[in-house]
């Protein structure tokens, strides 16, 4: 099946060619996006065509909203069967759930108690390295 097919039967889903190509890249390619590289794709600003189109993959089942992506982003998983049955795919592991990244709180910074920080020394590296954040940083 060429792309041009897949796209077609994506089309056939009631999606405008350029909804189609770009659903058929995201299957193809991971099964996530985000609203921002559907404007990159389409050569349009992010308003309220983005907007009906993802609310729309949404509401009709064809996708997931994880709105953790970074701030008020959302993470679009494409997850639909019958869209990837329509690209010959009905099985792609694209359509597994998604693991959610970490919560934007998340401390991913070493301290001098941390397994790494001995690792860190041994390799040269000034301890607390360039993963401390600014106030807890370790004067020299």
């Not at 796209?7 to 405008?16: D, K, R």
């Not at 050569?43 to 996708?63: C, E």
Request: glycine content about 10%.
């Amino acid at each position: 099946m060429t792309f041009e097919e897949r796209v077609q039967a994506v089309a056939n889903h009631g999606f405008t060619e350029r909804q189609a190509g770009f659903l058929t890249t995201v299957m193809l390619h991971g099964g996530v996006c985000l609203g921002r590289q559907y404007c990159a794709y389409a050569g349009i600003a992010r308003g309220q065509k983005v907007h009906d189109f993802f609310s729309g993959l949404v509401a009709n089942g064809y996708a997931t909203a994880y709105p953790r992506a970074h701030r008020k982003t959302h993470l679009y998983h494409v997850h639909a069967k019958t869209l990837y049955r329509a690209i010959g795919e009905p099985n792609n592991r694209h359509r597994r759930p998604v693991p959610l990244p970490a919560p934007s709180n998340a401390s991913w910074c070493s301290t001098r108690s941390s397994p790494t920080a001995a690792p860190m020394a041994r390799n040269g590296a000034r301890e607390g390295g360039a993963l401390q954040p600014r106030d807890a940083a370790v004067p020299v």
